[in-house]
């Protein structure tokens, strides 16, 4: 049979993984009367609850005698990991780009990656349907960034299609019949070339491992493209690390191929396919599996530098142990290094005391995932804020600095602008008005937009959009103010009473309500000035004889704020730290105790 293998880029919320799912139904994947969930792709529960794609994932399609391998990859730079692995295993690459927004950060992002390994990308203009859509528009602005960023003539002479993922349709013209998806797989049969491997059957066995998985009955299992000769089960192989050396044999006890939404065993795998294989206990992502008779391993894309720190600790606080059961920080060491296997993005470091571990990765979404997982997992952890990464170049200390892309409306523009240029150290590179609306576009350093996505949506009421990725270095900008507002904390143990939260509503927003567990050196709430101030939310009334009628009862309390779990990650301060438990995300001073806090700060 013959192969094609594609992935599908896009910025986030661009409608890769509903184009699948169209893709799959109208293949025949499906049965006609099969239940299957709305982005069927998105499998992770996680995924399903954000809206989006973080694990990169295979399957395939078959079209008139040709079988379409297909992934279906991240949108978001934060798991630009995942998408610069993936890229190796295909031989061309789907663009979409909503008609509406054109181009966005994360479209520069991928397609940067797909041009420079030769690609030659279809571009599909989707959401043509949209009201404020506009198709012509996005196309120009599309072979605009392919020439900025360096195509070459045959990437240049793309071929295009409108699309309405939703609807189910593509058309080579804006004004086609739009009846189904039939000419999209026609221009990727025609269009994407044919494995290179398949000309490499008679060669011995090698494949590239890309992504790394578990499987409930046969173990650790490894993905990737079979990049020349053929593989059976029951087959003996080794795995040879990127730089040559010799990590293991093993026997091959399962290949499975990806055949529409399911998994399905086969006996024998050739040059070209997208597989996984089981057998290896050692064996990870950009190690290659091979023949015994082969010593030169393969290629492995390189991945681009981490650019924030979290320490994840242990949680000390009196409240430890109450919600999660995996607390100890051997646990939590096992299960970090665990993700850094499966995660090439991430790097995980132990710190000298080997209480906490540092883990560098590419932003604050990405750690937020991983602490997110890891709580459900049952994990108890203390959090830091991040911390940018720096390098030292020719003596020069050198930090990331990213490109942020901001969609608001015409009034809140004056605002953001300010708060970026001003204190937080950015660059204005493009300001455009359209309809109301403008686009800006600034080059900021990731110091300046930790902890301001919150900031964000207050001054533009919600409605602006904020997308960032990494840019390149720049020599260090000098100190960015982090949060004014200093914090309330409290200075007893015990649970809060209404009457005192009440009585402390004047001094500041309150992040807790009634009856919430607190202890010693928690922060409570936020401080109206900007220094951090001891209260005591556990002060009742004082009982007298004298009773009014029902308004001792009638404590009206203001709803208190409620930080996820990257808004509180974001919002701390270095003396700071975030307590994470299955069932509750506390913010508290890194020392508890108040005399330890400052004797603490007269040495820092």
Not at 62 to 67: A, I
Not at 257 to 271: H, K, M, P, S
Not at 430 to 438: A, D, H
Request: proline share 4%; net charge negative; aromatic share 4%.
């Amino acid at each position: 049979m013959d192969m094609r293998n594609i992935a599908i880029i896009a910025h986030v919320d661009h409608g890769k993984t509903t184009l699948v799912d169209e893709l799959l139904k109208q293949s025949g994947a499906f049965r006609a009367n099969q239940a299957v969930a709305e982005r069927a792709m998105d499998s992770n529960d996680l995924e399903r609850e954000r809206g989006i794609t973080i694990f990169a994932k295979p399957t395939s399609v078959e079209w008139k005698d040709t079988r379409i391998n297909i992934v279906d990859t991240p949108g978001h730079a934060d798991f630009g990991g995942e998408v610069e692995r993936i890229l190796s295993m295909v031989d061309g690459v789907v663009l979409l780009v909503d008609a509406a927004e054109g181009p966005m950060p994360q479209t520069k992002f991928v397609t940067s990656k797909a041009l420079a390994l030769g690609l030659r990308p279809i571009v599909v203009v989707n959401k043509v349907d949209k009201p404020d859509g506009e198709p012509d528009r996005a196309l120009d602005e599309v072979f605009d960034l392919f020439s900025s960023l360096d195509a070459d003539e045959d990437q240049l002479d793309f071929p295009h299609m409108y699309a309405s993922g939703r609807s189910g349709w593509a058309d080579h013209e804006l004004d086609g019949p739009r009846k189904d998806l039939s000419a999209l797989f026609d221009l990727i049969v025609n269009h994407v070339p044919a494995p290179r491997q398949l000309a490499r059957q008679d060669d011995d066995f090698r494949m590239l491992a890309t992504t790394l998985g578990a499987d409930a009955f046969v173990g650790r299992t490894l993905t990737g493209r079979v990049e020349s000769g053929k593989i059976k089960v029951g087959a003996s192989v080794q795995a040879i690390s990127r730089i040559g050396q010799k990590i293991e044999n093993f026997r091959v006890t399962k290949i499975q191929a990806f055949r529409g939404l399911q998994n399905q065993d086969i006996d024998e795998a050739v040059a070209g396919d997208i597989v996984t294989l089981a057998g290896m206990s050692k064996a990870t992502v950009a190690d290659t599996i091979c023949a015994l008779a082969v010593d030169e391993p393969l290629d492995a894309q390189p991945i681009d530098p981490p650019t924030i720190t979290v320490t994840f600790g242990i949680n000390d606080s009196p409240l430890a142990g109450r919600d999660g059961k995996k607390v100890q920080s051997r646990v939590i060491r096992d299960r970090l290094y665990k993700e850094a296997e499966s995660n090439v993005a991430i790097k995980i470091a132990d710190t000298p005391g080997g209480e906490a571990f540092e883990v560098s990765g590419r932003g604050e979404l990405q750690m937020g995932v991983l602490i997110e997982n890891m709580r459900r997992e049952g994990f108890e952890l203390s959090i830091s804020r991040p911390q940018v990464i720096m390098k030292e170049e020719n003596g020069v200390r050198m930090e990331p600095v990213e490109e942020a892309t901001i969609d608001v409306d015409d009034e809140y523009s004056g605002a953001v602008i300010e708060k970026l240029t001003g204190a937080r150290k950015g660059e204005l590179v493009e300001m455009r008005q359209n309809g109301g609306k403008t686009r800006i576009v600034a080059h900021v350093p990731s110091r300046g937009l930790i902890g301001y996505h919150g900031e964000f949506l207050t001054d533009t009421r919600g409605t602006g959009v904020l997308n960032r990725v990494f840019h390149g270095w720049v020599e260090h900008k000098g100190p960015i103010p982090g949060r004014r507002a200093g914090v309330l904390i409290s200075m007893e143990n015990g649970e809060a009473v209404a009457y005192a939260l009440w009585n402390l509503e004047d001094r500041g927003k309150m992040m807790i309500g009634a009856q919430a567990p607190v202890y010693q050196g928690m922060i409570i709430g936020e401080h109206s000035r900007d220094n951090d101030l001891e209260v005591n939310p556990l002060k009742g009334k004082k009982l007298t004889n004298v009773r009014a009628s029902g308004s001792d009862e009638a404590v009206r309390l203001t709803t208190p704020i409620k930080l996820s779990l990257e808004e509180a990650i974001a919002y701390i301060n270095d003396d700071e730290l975030v307590e994470v438990t299955p069932n509750a995300v506390r913010l508290r001073k890194r020392y508890l105790d108040p005399h330890e806090r400052k004797r603490m700060s007269k040495q820092n």
